[in-house]
């Protein structure tokens, strides 16, 4: 009989989205009438810009015809792509970027998890908490981790708890570590680093030779102009930094399936005899193995949300959004709730008005019939807290703050 991966044994329980999904069914066959508005996982509502479907529909066009047809394509991207996102994205920050640095997958949460495949197990794993399920789940799986304990952290990872004492902005180490997660805009408190505090985490990873994996995935809702949109924009970043980005929220590819990560030539590993590796070349090896590449209609699409007009109807869905995060934010902050993010993250994340985050869970569900997600499920440091998404259409939104302000407000 083969054996099994028992690092999956440990994971404490099933993944928080499915988890609150089995919840909702059950709640849903019970109540058939009930009308269920989900503010939970962050999947979007609106439809693909005009232009971008445009591009979508004249690709698969192309696949029709023998002088137009693409079969596999480069594992690491179409160049138009990702001359595209160097020119669109990363040069208007000043950051310069070589096209062999930059690689199209098929999401964010895909990547932030293979990343792993090029990293020894013997490398220390500083993660925040609360935090997306993935980074720490991951670690488990690969075998980087002990049993959890019985606040629910992990032997052989160091955890940066971030709560309101701290203004959910870690620490840095009081170890060295070898690897750092960072999220930025923050998922799931919604907050955000300033320059200045992306530096102290730049020079911490060059002074320990470290390597920081900064999810950007929400950069795009950024609406404040002192706040970084890429850790390339740190002096020194480039040497010691991995970038992951995505499409899934910018512009609605939750569906489509279509991200990027950033892997400069100059971050550097060693071996164990301790010769220099480049993680460039690791990466781009494991990729040429595992990965046959993003389709090339998909590609195409995504190069057009960089197009002016697809630029202009890209920003009208991000400002749709970001006008429900206002909705939240200000809507339960006037009923009493205290409320952080919604300002540069599509992410509100709140204090529990009433028990425990799954406990806050079920009453929302059953009295007002509103889905969030238990802050709890991000980890220790996330109970007492919730998170609520503005991925949902305006009427539902306007509907479920009117519901949670008649039921808690003050």
């Not at 499409?247 to 950033?262: E, I, N, P």
Request: proline share 5%; aromatic share 12%.
């Amino acid at each position: 009989m083969a054996r099994a991966n028992e690092n999956y044994l440990k994971l404490k329980a099933g993944y928080l989205f499915p988890e609150i999904g089995r919840r909702i069914n059950e709640f849903a066959t019970a109540n058939p009438d009930a009308k269920v508005i989900r503010l939970g996982i962050g999947d979007v509502t609106r439809p693909l810009s005009p232009t971008v479907l445009k591009a979508f529909h004249a690709a698969v066009d192309d696949l029709g015809s023998s002088e137009n047809f693409h079969g596999y394509g480069p594992e690491q991207g179409y160049g138009f792509l990702i001359d595209t996102i160097i020119e669109k994205s990363y040069k208007p920050l000043g950051v310069e970027m070589k096209p062999s640095e930059v690689f199209i997958s098929d999401g964010s949460k895909c990547d932030c998890a293979n990343i792993l495949d090029i990293f020894d197990l013997s490398n220390k794993v500083a993660i925040c908490d609360p935090v997306y399920p993935v980074y720490n789940d991951t670690n488990v799986m690969v075998g980087r981790t002990g049993q959890a304990d019985e606040k629910g952290y992990y032997e052989g990872i160091v955890y940066l708890p971030c709560t309101e004492e701290n203004g959910f902005t870690p620490e840095l180490p009081n170890q060295k570590v070898d690897i750092i997660y960072l999220c930025y805009p923050n998922n799931p408190t919604g907050t955000v680093a300033t320059k200045d505090e992306l530096k102290k985490w730049v020079d911490y990873a060059l002074a320990n030779d470290a390597v920081i994996f900064f999810d950007a995935a929400y950069e795009a809702f950024i609406t404040e102009d002192n706040i970084p949109h890429s850790i390339y924009e740190i002096e020194g970043a480039k040497r010691c930094a991995i970038e992951f980005r995505s499409f899934s929220k910018t512009a609605g590819f939750t569906g489509v399936r279509c991200a990027l990560t950033v892997v400069p030539e100059e971050v550097m590993g060693k071996t164990g005899a301790g010769e220099p590796v480049s993680f460039n070349k690791l990466w781009n090896r494991r990729q040429s193995t595992k990965f046959n590449g993003v389709s090339y209609p998909v590609q195409r699409a995504a190069a057009a949300v960089y197009s002016d007009e697809g630029w202009k109807e890209t920003r009208e869905i991000i400002d749709y959004y970001m006008e429900n995060a206002r909705i939240i934010r200000e809507g339960l902050s006037a009923a009493g709730i205290t409320c952080y993010g919604g300002v540069n993250s599509p992410y509100i994340w709140l204090k529990s008005p009433e028990g425990s985050s799954w406990d806050f869970f079920d009453k929302l569900l059953q009295e007002c019939h509103v889905v969030g997600t238990p802050g709890s499920g991000f980890g220790p440091s996330g109970e007492g807290y919730f998170r609520l998404s503005a991925f949902g259409d305006r009427e539902n939104i306007e509907t479920a703050v009117s519901r949670i302000k008649e039921k808690w407000g003050k």
